[in-house]
């Protein structure tokens, strides 16, 4: 029983034994192959250590290669605590060189932390403070490369291309759309240290950072800049509350400008409201369109062939009377009888509630739906809203009228430009976009690149040709003409919107806007310019928006290489228009033969004589009446 007992005893201790070797190599083994990585890195943490380098930013480039963001080098301050020696020494010399208190210095470099980056004092340092710190020598304070985003042109484009923080992380625009790509990888420069934090003569790696991707923009440049130039211009002349400028390839869907105002600096976004630097208004913003709508209407008629231009008429007498609401035509007493085609040239609000009686309420609401008016166009932007159009339940006769001539419905520019684009390039509507291709920073390979993408068509060609033909003739005959260019065929339509706030229609107080293209034929560019309240003129789209899309349009036949034509639609001039003539060549005639050829314009002389010799410009030239001409007079034969 004893021995029993005793060999009992010795079957447990051993089967102990046995069952605590097995838990040891279990053990052993859980920690060579599960937790080996971890424990590795949590052992290399305590003497490995990484100072860390700022990758730059990818740069931003124009459809031509004119870089629009790119990166300057500077220097941040960066301290390992357990490596100062001296701490109060080190924290009254830093404090002097950066400004800052001695007990603010003192706090970072005094933390119980491997690695203190002096934040915000000492980040993008210029270089003579730089060098200030450099040249002290001090033991644990470092100073590394740090990458600034630079934006050359400063506001230029601001509420687009955005900004990026602090840190370099995008916060806004196109800088945060593509931070992803943008943003790059971080580099170190590793060393050794022992457990006090104390450095180990040890050779340094050094980990090359990795730049971000480049981005290449659909942008022109050429017309960036005028679409910039012409909203300070009309910021300084008329003091509207806000404006905004569109220019778009109705081919694409590119996107060859976009601008706003207000707008801010990207290298100072502090000083701006969250309203201010966040809301891009050509993408953001929501208005009644005005006449500029009446485009979709026009082609929604012609498409179901319930209009001809030439042939039918419409009498106007001033107003319309639909249920109990009273429709007026912005010309008081009317146009009185028109074809439609002289209805759209005057933007006769009578003639287009016709259009949209003939349509039916499920017909143009259906072209609505097509065109792509009340839900967002897909632009590669952040920020997009969606404009709002009446649900068909809710829509009655007065709701049918109003909305056939851009009244009571709610629209974006973006969706605007995107809509008429499809309306003129022979039904196609594009979705919009504005990034172009992304390009590896090293080899500029293309990693990405986007193409037009055709979401519907809305119409046909046959269809587009009519409405082209209709705009033109806007500008040649109709409200539009202070946008026509002589030599060029184009196409556009004016829009005057009352404001609404409350639920009520302001009194005087409009957005104004004018939409053009060109060549009227066969589209390259539209333009969209929307200007919110204009102060001391008379708020109308031909009168404001027209002139200033016609400047953009102006620097767009240059940018774009578009060709002086003699064909299209003559301009007919009302009395009070500037006109064109034609500069006579009077040169070899003597000077008073030369005077009554050029009685249409101021004559300036260079030289004396009275044989003319040369002029500027050439005989052939249009130039407007009362414009000069310049003589070059001699006595030579």
């Not at 290449?216 to 211009?233: A, C, F, G, V, Y």
């Not at 910021?235 to 400028?245: E, H």
Request: with cysteine; hydrophobic share 35%.
């Amino acid at each position: 029983m004893f021995f029993s007992t005793i060999h009992s005893r010795i079957r447990i201790v051993i089967i102990g034994c046995i069952v605590l070797i097995s838990a040891v190599i279990i053990r052993v083994l859980y920690i060579q192959l599960i937790e080996y990585k971890k424990l590795s890195k949590l052992a290399g943490d305590l003497w490995n250590r990484n100072l860390p380098i700022e990758a730059d930013r990818g740069i931003i480039y124009d459809r031509n290669g004119v870089v629009l963001a790119d990166n300057i080098t500077t220097t941040s301050l960066i301290v390992v605590p357990n490596q100062i020696k001296n701490k109060e020494v080190v924290s009254k010399a830093l404090s002097e060189i950066l400004g800052v208190s001695y007990e603010e210095i003192y706090r970072h470099v005094s933390k119980r932390v491997s690695i203190e980056r002096i934040h915000p004092e000492g980040r993008r340092l210029d270089y003579e403070t730089a060098n200030k710190i450099n040249s002290l020598n001090f033991d644990g304070v470092y100073l590394l490369k740090e990458a600034k985003r630079n934006y050359p042109y400063d506001k230029y484009m601001s509420h687009v291309i955005g900004f990026v923080g602090i840190d370099n992380q995008g916060l806004s625009g196109l800088e945060l759309q593509y931070d992803k790509y943008l943003k790059g990888e971080n580099g170190a420069i590793k060393y050794f240290s022992d457990a006090k934090g104390n450095r180990l003569q040890m050779t340094e790696i050094y980990e090359q950072p990795q730049s971000g991707i480049n981005m290449m923009l659909t942008i022109d440049h050429k017309i960036q800049t005028s679409i910039e130039r012409e909203l300070d211009n009309v910021v300084s002349k008329y003091m509207p509350d806000n404006a905004l400028a569109i220019a778009m390839n109705p081919n694409t869907g590119e996107i060859l400008g976009m601008s706003s105002r207000p707008n801010f600096s990207p290298s100072n976004y502090q000083k701006y409201t969250v309203e201010e630097i966040n809301r891009n208004l050509p993408i953001w913003a929501t208005y009644e369109p005005g006449s500029t709508f009446k485009i979709i209407t026009l082609a929604s008629a012609i498409q179901e062939g319930k209009v001809d231009l030439d042939k039918d008429m419409f009498y106007d007498s001033g107003h319309v009377r639909v249920e109990n609401a009273r429709i007026r035509c912005w010309k008081s007493g009317g146009h009185g009888s028109q074809t439609f085609l002289q209805v759209v040239e005057n933007s006769c609000n009578p003639g287009f509630v016709e259009l949209g009686q003939r349509l039916g309420k499920e017909t143009l609401f259906k072209y609505l739906d097509d065109f792509g008016f009340g839900k967002k166009t897909g632009i590669d932007l952040n920020g997009e809203g969606t404009g709002i159009i009446f649900k068909l339940d809710r829509v009655g006769p007065v709701e049918l009228a109003t909305t056939a001539f851009g009244q009571g419905v709610s629209v974006t520019p973006i969706q605007q430009i995107t809509a008429v684009s499809a309306a003129i390039n022979g039904g196609y509507l594009y979705q919009p976009y504005i990034v172009k291709r992304l390009l590896e920073p090293e080899t500029n390979t293309i990693v990405q690149e986007n193409d037009k993408k055709m979401v519907r068509q809305v119409i046909d060609e046959s269809t587009s040709m009519k409405v082209r033909y209709a705009l033109e003739s806007v500008v040649s005959n109709g409200t539009g003409r202070n946008s026509y260019i002589e030599g060029y065929r184009v196409g556009g339509k004016t829009g005057t919107a009352q404001k609404v706030s409350g639920g009520r229609y302001m009194v005087g107080n409009y957005i104004v806007s004018f939409i053009g293209f060109l060549p009227a034929d066969n589209p390259e560019i539209v333009v969209y310019v929307a200007i919110d309240y204009p102060k001391g003129i008379t708020q109308y789209g031909g009168t404001v928006a027209a002139p200033v899309a016609k400047a953009i349009m102006l620097d767009a036949i240059d940018a774009l290489n578009i060709k002086r034509r003699e064909d299209g639609s003559e301009m007919r001039y009302n009395w009070y228009d500037k006109k064109y003539y034609t500069v006579p060549n009077v040169i070899g005639m003597n000077k008073t033969d030369a005077i009554k050829e050029l009685k249409r314009f101021q004559i300036e002389y260079s030289g004396s004589g009275k044989k003319v010799l040369d002029q500027s410009p050439q005989g052939g030239t249009k130039i407007y009446e009362g414009e000069k001409v310049r003589l070059f007079l001699s006595d030579q034969e």
